[in-house]
Each structure stands twice: as C-alpha cells, then as structure tokens.
C-alpha cells in the first residue's frame, strides 16, 4: 500500500494518458454478458466514505468488483469515526485487516482522450466542487482550454492562479465551448447568501435550450450529477442529444476500475503517486 | 426648447471665456468667437461653466412617500441646482430590489425628463440585511443598475457584505455601504462628545463609522471587488480611506455638503433641521472632510437629499426624522466650503461633483467639457450672496439645514442633453 492517487494535480500527462488507455481497454469488459477481470481477485478494496455519496460509493464498488476484488464499504455516519477515531487510526485498523486500497471519498469523472486545444468550460459552484478542481487540474494536464463561469462568490478567491480562464458571463462562454460541463448547486448553498435566489441562479447562470443554442454545432452538455433539472440545467437539455451525461457514469467505472487496476496489480509501467 | 443654443461669454471650468455651441444635444464646438445664424442665444458673461452635476445620493421617495417628494418634484430640485442625473437611493416603500422597483424609478425619470434618475439597488431584500436581493436581475434590467446600496442601513454582516461584494463584480458593480455599527448606534441621536453628553442626547460614536469603514475596504481587498463609503463623517474615516487607497484597493467616497460645511453645535438648538444621519460632527471632522475633498481622498461631493414632510421635523429632537435635503444648495454650500478657501478650484468642483461621481456610478457622458460629449451643462454665477430661502425650492420638503444662512452664488441655467431644463435660475419648462 504505497501507491497514492490523492490529486489529479498529482498526475503527469503520461499517467494521465495511461490511465485513460486503461479505461479504455477495460470498458470493453461492460460490453461482455459477464462483466468480470479475474485480476484483482483475493485482493480487498475499502471503500472509507467520510461523506455519503452514494454514486461515487456504488461507482468504486463496481470498479472492484468487475476487477474481481473483495470489497468492504465503509461509511463514516454510525461508526467508530463518529466516535473520534482519527482517520490515521481508521487507516491502519483497515490496513491491518488487510486491506489492499482504500478508497477515500474523492470523485473524478470519465474524460476524452486527446484534448488538445479542446475548449471545456465548467459552469457553477466551482468553490466547493471536487469535480471542477480535478477537472481543471486534469484537463490541463490533457491539454484542453478550461474556463470556468460562475457568480464570483461561487468561486475560490485565489481562482488567478488557477491553470484556466474566469468569466462570469454563460452567455457569452457558450459560443466559444465545445463542451461545456453544468455544476451541481448543492441544496445547502442556496440558502447560504452566495447567490440571491435560486430563480436568479438559474436566470444567469443555469443551461436552458435557448443557452444551449448557442454553444457550436459540435458541442456537448455533460453534468457529473446529481442533477437538479430546472435549477442549473432545464431537464429538455439534460435528456437532449447533446448530453452525455448517462455516458459519464459507465466511464467513470472504468476510468476506476483503470485506477485500481494500475495501483494494485503490480503493473510497473504505472508510477502514479 | 431643444435644438441649437449658443452660450457666449462662459467661463469653462472658470477659465478664459469661450462660447459653446449646443447641436442636436451635443457640444458641437466650444471656442472663442463662435457665431451660428439660427441659434438661440444665452449671454453667459461672468458666468462658470461646468459639466451637468452628477448626485450618487438622492432619496427621491418614490414609490411610498409622495408626501415628502416624487421623482417629479426631486429632479426639478435636482435641475435647479445644476444636477442632470441624479442616483435614487433605494429605501423606498416597495423597496427598490426587484427589477420591476427600479425600472418604474427610472421610467418615472425619463418621463419627468429634467434630470437622468439612475437607480440605486438594495443590496438585501427588503433592506432587512438577511439575503441579497436579484442584484442581477437590477443590473440585467432597463435601468442598468450598477451601484447597490441598502442606505439608511448598514450591511452589517460581514459574511452578507463579502458576498455582496463579490456577488456584484460579475456585472462591474459597486457596493455603496452606510457604514454604521448597529449595535454601537442603538437609539443614537448625535455626534457621541462633549455635546452629546451635554444635551442628554444618546451619542452616535465616530468608531461606528470607523470600524465599518475599516472592515469594509479589508473584505473589498480580500476578494478583489469595489467599494463606495456613502457620507464619509469623520477624521478617522478619511485616514482610514487614504490608507485604504494607498494599498491601491477600489475603494471611493463620498461626502454631504453638509458635513463640509456645519458641525455638531447645531444641535445645542435641538432644532431637528440639523438632525441627520450620520450626525454633524466635530468642526476638526469638518475641517478633514474638506481636506479630504481637496487631495482626491474623498471623491466626490452627494448631496444625501434626504426631504421629510413638515410633521416629521417639527417634533422633539428625538423623535423627528433623519435627514435634510440638499440638491438646491449644494453647488453654492463646495463654492463656500471649499472654493471659496482656496481648496478647490472650478476644475476640481467639476471633478467632485460630476466627472468622479459618474464614473462612481459607471455612467457615460458626463464630467467633460469638450466637443462630441453630451451637452449637459449648468452655468453658475459666482458673484451673488444670498440667503437661503427654503420658500423657493422646487423639493416638495423645506427640511432645508441652510435656511436663513447667506451663500455664495446662483445656479442660472442648466441644460441636460443640449435642453434647457433651468433658465434665469427658474426651471425652464
């Protein structure tokens, strides 16, 4: 257990790339009547959920599990982490328990392959979103364009020194997008003073059809879910042959199960840290 | 009224004299000697020309308080003292923070036409300091709203004012705050001091100003945004802005002719003409304000105009409203205050009081005298001294601070967009 994927921002462009090779390979394996890799099998995969989420959680799960792998889901509501065990003791319990990888709640989302010079904006509550910070991280490594587009008080102060562009205007973001990805706006910020209504919310920043007729003839809708139709993406737009947003959660099994595969097998080629 | 004018004999900026040549609501030409068959013509020899005067600060009442003033009644006051746009504050009743508030206010102006009423924004639905109002919908709307401002309130909490701040810088907007600690000011009447203690009268402490002011330009920093301090009062508010300028942060103020000119002594009276808020201070404050006007720490001159019906000032002290009105007296309250001493000239009273307060506001076409730019005018003679009257003022209000005090000078003609709204110090129309 000396392997580490903790920041997308810890990934070179090669590893990147070896991953997303990986997934490629392995998602095949969705496409057979039995979905299944005997490669990691006697190995033990933890899942350790710190916060509830339950499609990053079933995600991981069928990674392993279509690797062959045991897995224990472990979620920190009603444990002894609630009872103010500390993470590091919690790690080395499990460790000792004989754990081969213990996946901490983090999410990452499926991605294309050759982005180079691609235009990817992200629009939305980038200050506490994992997806977006991964997003930019990685799809920089990968060579895209990434401008985020959010109100200002949905994005981080130091954002200047972020690998991408900020604007705050959807409108005029959409004509030069080739994808363009809608944030979540989680049920709790929207009574937290960021922005004044979630009418207003959805007024300026939110994708409808009209928006979404602006984006080129090429573009594409994604949204990393849970979705909230009507509020950041109008439900004409999120079932519109533009989104892949249903392709986004079978990629991200295999980009996971690329993750654990590389981690734990052994491979030598995979110097991730 | 509109069409060809030209003034001759101006003094620009109270410079050599130039005629103006007025065209199609332009400055066509301004020179000496200029002749246009055709033109009406107004003799301004002697008189100061200066760029249509430009108030961040107007409580127009409207909607809800028509017995104190209407859009009409406050913009032909406006036109009178040489004002072409004002700023309507939004402590209105509904209050302005919905797009519908601010497009009626703005629609009233035009309709009325003597002067551009540029709405101001509430920062907090309702002014209730809870939530942001749909700043973006004000900003989206006709009326264009970039300044936001829950004026008569401070936005005292400082999570609200940070996401305010940056909430605005989305659409370049500004946050114009009433600094004033609510809970140092409880019940506050006057100035807190020596007066205070004498009249019995609850003290209204400068540090409520102060450490508003001082928390609001570190938080203006922290996320990069815009900030405008309403009716600057004090010394200390002065040296806190200064500082806050040298750091190179986007932070303006403003303020009243009546903190420039008048002190807390006025109170001993307990007349409640002198009662306002923030409250007149000490003359050291006075004497600050003015110093701050004349180095550009302070920006700008606004006028807080702030008209209440006779049965909310002919009361005791300390039930009577806060406030006075001033858009008639303030070009001649900066000639005393601050021309007259020396501490600024006519260029400098065009910069305060025009040219800074317009690009406060983010508007366009104000504060230049030169050809191509909007003709909005207003020609002031320098030489008359005369009492104030409060009987002759357009204002439905007469809750007028300078009644009875003699100044300097007259406004005679005001022209918004190349049409007279004032003649021969009367409105024209």
């Keep these: ?76 509501k009603g444990s002894s982490v609630t009872k103010g065990e500390s993470l590091k003791d919690t790690a080395l319990t499990l460790e000792a328990m004989g754990a081969d990888a213990v996946v901490i709640r983090h999410s990452a989302s499926g991605a294309p392959h050759r982005l180079d010079g691609l235009r990817v904006t992200i629009v939305g509550d980038v200050l506490h979103s994992r997806v977006a910070r991964s997003n930019v991280l990685l799809l920089s490594t990968l060579g895209a364009e990434v401008t985020l587009v959010a109100p200002p008080t949905l994005l981080p102060v130091a954002v200047g020194s972020w690998p991408c562009a900020v604007g705050y205007d959807l409108d005029a973001a959409l004509p030069k997008a080739d994808v363009v990805m809608m944030l979540r706006v989680q049920q709790e910020r929207m009574n937290a003073a960021y922005f004044p209504t979630v009418r207003e919310y959805s007024r300026r920043y939110g994708l409808d059809a009209a928006r979404m007729a602006l984006l080129p003839e090429h573009g594409i809708v994604m949204h990393p879910g849970p979705m909230n139709r009507g509020v950041e993406i109008a439900a004409e737009v999120a079932d519109s042959v533009r989104s892949t947003i249903v392709e986004q959660v079978a990629n991200g099994v295999s980009v996971r199960m690329a993750v654990l595969y590389l981690l734990l097998s052994g491979s030598d080629q995979g110097d991730q840290r | 009224m509109t069409g060809t004018w030209l003034i001759t004999g101006a003094r620009p900026l109270g410079r050599d004299a130039a005629d103006v040549l007025v065209r199609d609501g332009l400055i066509a030409e301004i020179g000496p000697g200029l002749d246009e068959p055709g033109a009406q013509r107004l003799d301004a020899g002697g008189l100061i020309l200066l760029p249509g005067l430009v108030d961040l600060h107007t409580h127009l009442r409207e909607p809800g308080r028509e017995d104190a003033e ?131 009268l609850t003290g209204w402490p400068a540090v409520a100003e102060e450490a508003i002011i001082a928390r609001d330009c570190l938080l203006t920093a922290h996320v990069g945004s815009a900030l405008h301090v309403c009716h600057v009062s004090t010394a200390g508010s002065v040296e806190i802005i200064r500082w806050a300028k040298s750091k190179g942060w986007r932070v303006t103020a403003e303020v009243t002719p009546h903190h420039l000119l008048l002190t807390e002594a006025l109170a001993a009276g307990y007349d409640p003409a002198f009662k306002v808020n923030p409250p007149l ?108 009257d409060p009987t002759t003022h357009a204002s439905k209000s007469r809750n007028t601070p300078f009644a009875g005090m003699v100044l300097p000078g007259r406004v005679v003609a005001t022209f918004l967009r190349g049409r007279p709204t004032v003649l021969d110090g009367k409105l024209a129309w």
């Design chain 1, 1 to 76: 257990m000396n392997r580490h994927l903790i920041s997308a921002g810890d990934l070179s462009q090669d590893d990147a790339v070896l991953i997303l090779d990986t997934a490629d390979e392995l998602d095949r394996i969705a496409e057979r009547p039995v979905k299944k890799l005997p490669t990691l099998r006697g190995r033990t995969v933890v899942n350790l959920f710190y916060e509830d989420s339950t499609r990053t959680r079933i995600s991981f799960e069928a990674a392993a599990k279509r690797l062959s792998a045991d897995v224990i889901n472990f979620s920190a």
């Design chain 2, 281 to 388: 201070r000490t003359a050291e404050d006075a004497r600050a304000l003015r110093a701050g006007l004349a180095d550009g720490t302070i920006d700008c001159v606004a006028t807080d105009h702030a008209p209440h019906p006779l049965e909310d000032k002919e009361t005791e002290w300390e039930v009577a409203a806060f406030g006075m009105t001033g858009l008639e007296t303030a070009l001649r309250v900066v000639h005393q205050a601050l021309v007259e001493p020396g501490l600024l000239d006519w260029a400098g009273v065009a910069d305060r009081m025009s040219a800074r307060p317009a690009a406060i506001g983010r508007l366009s076409g104000h504060g230049r005298l030169a050809p191509g730019e909007p003709a909005s005018l207003v020609l002031y003679d320098p030489s008359p001294r005369e009492a104030i």
């Design chain 2, 70 to 200: 209407t859009v009409s009644s406050g913009t032909a006051a406006a036109a009178l003292g040489g004002y072409t746009t004002v700023h309507a504050m939004a402590n209105t009743e509904p209050v302005a923070d919905t797009a519908g508030v601010v497009e009626q206010v703005w629609r009233l102006g035009r309709e009325a036409g003597r002067c551009d009423v540029q709405p101001v924004g509430a920062v907090t639905a309702g002014l209730a300091g809870s939530r942001l109002a749909e700043l973006g919908a004000m900003a989206d709307s006709a009326a264009r709203v970039r300044v936001f401002s829950d004026d008569g309130r401070c936005v005292d909490d400082a999570v609200l004012m940070r996401r305010a701040l940056e909430y605005v810088r989305a659409f370049g907007g500004v946050i114009a705050q009433h600094a004033q600690d609510p809970r140092l000011t409880s019940g506050a009447q006057v100035n807190e001091g020596e007066i205070s203690a004498r009249l019995g």
